[in-house]
């Protein structure tokens, strides 16, 4: 395999778009991304794409109806919220293989005010076990991964809260957040439950948006990049659930993502330590705490600790090791398919003192990584360099 | 003609394969006779912990348990009423099953968890719907032990 570069990004600022299609959203992000990266849609010999709500529908392929149909192979990706994520390294491998030397990726997705309810199923409803035996909605589902968090280590409900409260405070600083209005530890305690200990500010908002990357490799980018920083993709790890005793009933989004996250720290050849921004999945402010462990940005059952000290804040806010500097999903919103893409965008314009980060740049990033989980169940964890 | 006397049958109907009814109501797990694991889906081809076929044997599953995580659901779909405690409940066997919990203060477990953890249930069964030809569906819950 060898090195590949992210020349290009493009991303729409996520929220409603209910007067566009998913291809317009798409290829709005991929003519962004292929501006950035100073190449045309003929320059592009690979394109994967990322969506889940018409996952039967060929969007990539009326994506490039938007955008120019040059016959190139097209992939479409379906793989929960890893979605985005998992079409980047599709693109990442063709490139990486050989095979290809300038490849796209798009994550698009347009939810508009639907979260993701789960399937339909069909047959009869008396039969559906949603409310009668439990739940599987995410916010019960990653409530009790929170809770199971407190069971080992006595967390409160508060250090859930607090990352809300970060989270939200980072937001103001990105025009592509969704939302982007400060909440007080007041407002994140006292609003309205959604799925113990999760209330409204700590679960993710749904919505629209595309985020749009163009790869390429070594010795297309000494071609294209103009003597312009690059970040390279230092590691591209997927995995998938491996056997638990309880994950017929708790997914179990640690063990997944401890696995992905050894893997890509032993392929980079780095540690956590080095790591000087990360974009984590923080579908809900539980997810975000446990994943602080997970990713090794703190010892286990110190995650607590962690948020105490203003881990995970920005360094102008006083904080260390940040995470989700972009708002993260709380924030910046969560339309599954373009998230992945969109977490990469922001940790590639730290990393190249992109004037799309300029308001929240993490001064002398060298290393940053992105990190998804989809249930269930993916984990994709992508560590970029320069 | 089995299925005709099926079809014709006017009983209770579990809400999934695994509860089996009757008069001692109880779970039945499939047991992988050779790595240990126990699995609550029937309709399986093999173990997913060790991967080897043809090791699926039923066991029956015992009806107390203790509590390990919970949460409270608070908004859900249209239809289903809220706040309930949805739960997951290891058993004896070294299996967890979720299901809801109830005769429980779901204001005193949000206040302080710690009430939840370990604490030891009983199942229990209850109708929850009537299904298109008109047949009782029965699910099962757990309630704190007595």
Redesign the interface.
Known sequence: MRNVYVLGTGMVKFGRYPEKSVPELGGEAALMAMKDAGVAIKDVEMFACGNLYQANAMVGQRILQQVGQTGIPVINVSNACATGSTAFREAYMACASGMYDVTMAVGVEQMGKQGL?GGAGGG????G?????????M???F??AG??H??KYGTKMEHFAKISVKSHKHATKNPFSQYRNEVSLEDVMNA??????NTLYMCCPTGDGAAAAILVSEDKLKQLAGGRKRAKIAASVLTSDP?T??D???PDVSTLTRRASKQAYEKAGIGPKDVALTELHDCFATAELVHYENLGLCGDGEAAKFIDTKGGCHPDLGGHAPVNVSGGLLSKGHPLGATGVANICEVVWHLTQDERAKERQVPNAKVGQAHVIGLGSACTIHILTV | MAEEAQATDSGPRPIVPFLKLGSNPHLEGQKCSSCGAIFLDAKRVACSKCGLTGTLKPIPLSNKGKVYVFSVVHQSFPGIKTPYVTVIVDLPEGVSVRSNLIDVNHEELQKDPKKGFDMPVELVTSVVAKDREGHDVVAFQYRPSK
Do not use: F, H, W
């Open positions: 309810l009869d409803p008396a039969y076990t949603e409310g009668k035996l439990g739940s599987g909605l916010p019960a589902v409530g009790q809770i199971e407190m069971r309205r439950m959604v799925g113990y200990p056997y005793d309880r017929l009933t708790l």
